[in-house]
């Protein structure tokens, strides 16, 4: 049985104080639920050790949204594996489209995250996902295929079971269309089958999450799917409500 496991993305959003306002309003909303899901949340670098503080003593962990490869030197503006570990952080968000995007950020140095993050205990969350002209021209299954195969081309093999991907379709990000219960399934069946290609068995346990306009109305249709394993989720996750929701969801 894999373990459900529902990250809040907040991108740019919430100081330290507006993290702890959150971290105290939504422990009390999170139910222990029967499939016992894992939550996690992800704030912005200045945040971290303040909200971890918050979140002492309780089942939520700490993510990060962003890793740089090497372990330290001059690289203004990034933070090393090590420093995240220092700041109690278990999990990193790699590879997201904003990343790829905005930052020109390459399935080659996404691969490299992903590696500097195994090496130092972090457990990546590895972003993938079309774009809608992939998807209107029918490339959605090649594109997803190349970006999983060269993202995790540094994987050690034995902790591939512990990778979290999250399948976040690009015209699903924050415009409020989500894809359908059934065009998700059908993209995790198909990363899990290439998974099984580069990791053999370790496919079957690795947590597959789906991202992109989740909110707490459609969170449970999409959770009932056989290979959806949780939520990546950005704008609903930043009011406590609303992610204890999508988190409670069944
Ligand atoms: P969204 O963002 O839930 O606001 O669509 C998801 C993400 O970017 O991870």
């Known amino acids: 049985m894999r373990r459900p496991i529902f990250a809040a993305n907040w991108k740019m959003h919430k ?3 507006e993290a702890v306002a959150f971290a105290k309003a939504f422990l009390p909303l999170l139910k222990a639920n029967d499939r016992d899901a894992e939550v996690v949340l992800a704030p912005a670098f200045p945040a971290l050790h303040a909200l971890g503080q918050a979140l002492e003593g309780s089942r939520v962990t700490l993510a990060a949204q962003n890793i740089h490869p090497e372990a330290q030197g001059a690289f203004t503006g990034e933070v090393s594996a090590t420093m995240l570990c220092d700041a109690h952080c278990r999990y990193v968000i790699v590879g997201h489209s904003e990343r790829r995007q905005i930052f020109g950020e390459t399935n080659a140095f996404i691969a490299q995250k992903v590696a500097a993050a195994f090496t130092n205990d972090l457990i990546p969350i590895l972003c993938v996902g079309e774009s809608l002209s992939e998807r209107d021209t029918g490339r959605t299954f ?3 295929a190349q970006q999983l195969a060269e993202s995790v081309a540094l994987v050690p093999k034995a ?7 999250a399948y976040e379709p690009v015209w699903a990000i924050g415009t409020g269309k989500t894809a359908t219960p059934e065009i998700a399934q059908e993209a995790h069946a198909f990363l899990r089958q290439e998974c099984e290609k580069h990791f053999g068995s370790a496919a079957k346990s690795l947590r597959i999450q789906y991202g992109g306009s989740v909110k707490p109305d459609n969170a449970a249709a999409l959770q009932n799917k056989p290979d959806i394993d949780g939520a990546l989720v950005g704008g609903a ?13 069944k």
């Open 237 to 249: 996750s930043l009011d406590p409500e609303s992610f204890a929701k999508i988190v409670n969801a």
């Open 159 to 165: 902790r591939a079971h512990e990778l979290v991907i």
């Open 142 to 144: 090649d594109v997803l």
């Open 15 to 17: 100081t330290a104080s």
